[in-house]
């Protein structure tokens, strides 16, 4: 299991602005799955930024497929990837829901659930009371590979869940989780536990843990050269001279 413990980053900004002189080294020994750093992940940066980093780094595979959507407008999460894999089932299981249920009571504060759904099944492997859950127990929100139901009932409650669609049919007889916690295909991109996850309007990132200090840390100072080159555009400039001056577009 990734370790929860965070490598000294070069910078962690601490004003939204973003601006040079409000950066901070974050300490050493700040927890990966804590609320405050993943607020910041999630306050600061966006998929698409990160998107931009991975690309830079050469993982150009790390934005799942765009047919996972929020159910909801406004929803973004930043968490740490609970991941399960799931097929598709002709009858009911001996113990129906055995290993979903499994992994939801082991859900830790700072995870997302995080499923990779296999099969043609139109069933909701996903729903409000399963989001219910998952909130009480510190979990951030789901990213799933396949569809949910109770759409209204998580957008009232405002807990973030990204899927491919929705369906009021139950999952059981028709899916079933096959193993947890281990690397999951989910939306074409290999996620495993302990991968950050951070999702919003325009999609869903998958940030692997071992290379997250680089990412994490690229993207804060992309996003601040972004706010500078927004206030440029304003006043007129040429984008041309303003990428050449500054290399953000």
Not at 165 to 176: F, I, T, Y
Request: with cysteine; aromatic share 4%; glycine share 10%.
């Amino acid at each position: 299991m990734p370790s929860r413990i965070l490598k000294p980053f070069s910078i962690l900004l601490s004003s939204p602005d973003l601006g040079g002189r409000h950066k901070k080294a974050l300490k050493s020994g700040v927890d990966r799955y804590s609320t405050a750093y993943l607020d910041r992940i999630a306050d600061s940066l966006y998929s698409s930024v990160l998107a931009d980093i991975l690309d830079g780094l050469g993982h150009r595979n790390q934005v799942m497929r765009p047919e996972i959507r929020p159910v909801y407008d406004g929803a973004r999460v930043a968490g740490r990837a609970a991941t399960m894999l799931v097929v598709e089932v002709t009858d009911v299981p001996a113990h129906p829901y055995r290993l979903l249920m499994e992994l939801l009571d082991s859900m830790k504060a700072g995870e997302v659930a995080v499923a990779g759904v296999q099969g043609t099944a139109r069933a909701a492997i996903w729903g409000e009371l399963l989001s219910t859950h998952t909130r009480a127990h510190g979990g951030r929100g789901a990213v799933l590979d396949g569809l949910c139901r109770d759409s209204r009932r998580i957008a009232e409650m405002r807990f973030p869940v990204f899927a491919t669609g929705c369906s009021p049919a139950d999952s059981k007889g028709r899916l079933d989780v096959i193993t947890i916690r281990g690397p999951v295909p989910v939306g074409g991109v290999t996620v495993d536990e302990g991968d950050l996850v951070v999702a919003d309007q325009d999609g869903c990132v998958v940030v692997p843990s071992a290379i997250e200090d680089d990412v994490v840390t690229q993207a804060l100072v992309k996003v601040a050269g972004e706010n500078t080159v927004r206030e440029v555009l304003r006043h007129g400039a040429s984008i041309r001279s303003v990428f050449q001056d500054h290399g953000v577009l």
